[in-house]
């Protein structure tokens, strides 16, 4: 019954290769991000969907590109992957309809591209 | 724009001893504030938060945290702490709308001696 969830846990990749990347909640959320943390721990929002509508989008290169086909699943897809692309990504979630806005995080992937 | 400043990057305390993280923030409204823990390897989990109201809130695991609007400091105290303690401790800040990224902090590591 884990709350959210990721796909895979590790990733290893070469440079140039297309990956993709799987959240799910089943907390009942309307809202769900994508963090990266780098190797130095920062923590650092790259894109935030409410009922399934992009709503935050940093500046993140256009080869990352989220799809949230519902409201329980938020995917990320990366193109063309690139060395420093490598880092863990984190899927959160909140419910932010009159609800308590903390954000719930998943255990996170761990990319390394080669 | 949001920023949050935990000064402290490595802290080691005895197993027993009392701890403070320190948590300095700037946002031009009320904030949300946060505290992270992330055990190595390991996602991040929840351990306080406040919103609005008593500026002193407990969390989870024996943790406090004191909300002061004069420093902009959002300080996490534990009066005993033990070698599970042992982690990465995140402060972040939200936007008062909700769905709103959250902005973290470096980390504090914290280092437990026996």
């Known amino acids: 019954d884990t709350a959210v969830s990721q796909t895979p846990k590790y990733l290893v990749t070469q440079m140039g290769n297309d990956k993709s990347i799987k959240c799910e909640q089943n907390?009942?959320?309307?809202?769900m991000y994508w963090y990266k943390q780098d190797s130095k721990k920062f923590l650092k929002i790259m894109f935030s969907?409410?009922?399934?509508?992009?709503?935050i989008n940093e500046t993140v290169p256009n080869r990352f590109s989220p799809k949230s086909p519902d409201k329980a699943h938020l995917n990320l897809h990366i193109n063309s992957l690139e060395l420093g692309d490598s880092a863990v990504y984190f899927c959160?979630?909140?419910?932010?309809?009159?609800?308590?806005?903390?954000?719930?995080f998943g255990p996170g992937t761990r990319l390394t591209v080669t | 724009a949001q920023s949050v400043t935990q000064p402290d990057i490595h802290i080691t305390v005895s197993e027993g001893a009392s701890l403070e993280l320190r948590c300095n923030y700037s946002?031009?409204?009320?904030?949300?504030l946060f505290w992270y823990v992330q055990s190595p390897g390991q996602g991040l989990q929840l351990l306080l938060k406040?919103?609005?109201?008593?500026?002193l809130v407990q969390g989870i695991k024996g943790f406090e945290a004191e909300f002061k609007r004069s420093q902009s400091s959002f300080n996490l105290r534990k009066p005993s702490v033990h070698w599970s303690d042992a982690a990465e401790y995140f402060c972040?800040?939200?936007?008062?709308?909700?769905?709103?990224?959250?902005?973290f902090g470096t980390g504090t590591r914290l280092t437990i001696i026996p």
């Open positions: 959160a979630s909140s419910l932010t309809s009159g609800g308590s806005y903390e954000q719930y």
């Open positions: 907390l009942g959320h309307d809202t």
């Open positions: 969907y409410n009922n399934k509508e992009l709503i």
């Open positions: 946002y031009g409204a009320t904030p949300y």
């Open positions: 406040y919103f609005s109201g008593d500026t």
């Open positions: 972040a800040v939200g936007a008062s709308f909700g769905n709103e990224k959250l902005t």
